[in-house]
């Protein structure tokens, strides 16, 4: 059975960074996508970026061009997500996801979520 | 983009009743070159995170109950659940994924309560 294991709850200051990491385990890692969607509270879910290990590099949704990175090591089954220059309403649960197979585009093993605050 | 809006906002529906949520895409979500809308469904109950429920507009994930039915294509799309039952309260959202980027956009929820 797989499942995604998150890092710990975070407090940060305004224009710190953050780096939240994703650990998989009982499957198969490198050949499926990942993508991180945040959650601010009370809110909505915001796909913030995805990435397939085997091939790399990550993507993003535009709105986070120049503050997100999201990063892959396959030797630890983990995925990663930093964001720089922390702003108040980055205060959100971020949760990893696992891209379903078979090219749905659908995320069909979620993470805990990770808090982190801003403030 | 493609912006997807979702209604009611919410609603409230007695047990065993049926409940119905509509999610409206601003860009068509089908390909024509394998038939299938790429629109998924999830739900979400407080402090847990969201469950796959329906892929490919109408496709129910593994374990997932039949009362809970997808239909629609195109730009538009419906979430069926018949026979409501307690544990389906939550706050349910669609979700597109039809760009060549890789880019996912979801729906802005409705939320589901017991009458």
């Known amino acids: 059975q797989v499942q995604l294991v998150q890092s710990g709850a975070e407090v940060k200051k305004p224009g710190s960074a953050v780096k939240v990491s994703c650990k998989a385990s009982?499957?198969?890692?490198?050949?499926?996508?990942f993508s991180w969607v945040r959650q601010a509270p009370g809110g909505g879910l915001e796909w913030m970026g995805g990435?397939?290990?085997?091939?790399?590099?990550?993507n993003h949704a535009e709105k986070f061009q120049g503050r997100v990175t999201i990063t892959a090591d396959e030797s630890a089954n983990t995925v990663y997500i930093e964001v720089r220059n922390l702003r108040s309403d980055d205060t959100a649960v971020y949760h990893c996801a696992r891209e379903q197979m078979g090219g749905t585009g659908a995320l069909d093993i979620w993470g805990q979520g990770t808090m982190v605050t801003v403030s | 983009d493609i912006v997807l809006s979702q209604s009611p906002d919410s609603l409230a529906v007695s047990l065993g009743e049926r409940a119905a949520i509509n999610c409206k895409t601003s860009h068509t979500v089908f390909y024509n070159s394998n038939k299938k809308n790429y629109l998924n469904w999830y739900q979400q109950k407080p402090g847990q995170p969201p469950k796959l429920l329906i892929y490919w507009a109408s496709t129910r994930d593994s374990g997932v109950p039949d009362r809970f039915s997808g239909s629609g294509s195109g730009t538009d799309f419906t979430l069926t659940i018949s026979n409501l039952q307690a544990e389906d309260v939550g706050v349910y959202y669609c979700?597109?994924?039809?760009?060549?980027?890789?880019?996912?956009?979801f729906g802005p929820g409705t939320k589901v309560n017991i009458k």
């Open positions: 009982g499957g198969p890692f490198s050949n499926y996508g």
């Open positions: 990435i397939i290990p085997k091939f790399g590099s990550g």
């Open positions: 979700q597109q994924y039809y760009t060549t980027s890789g880019d996912r956009t």
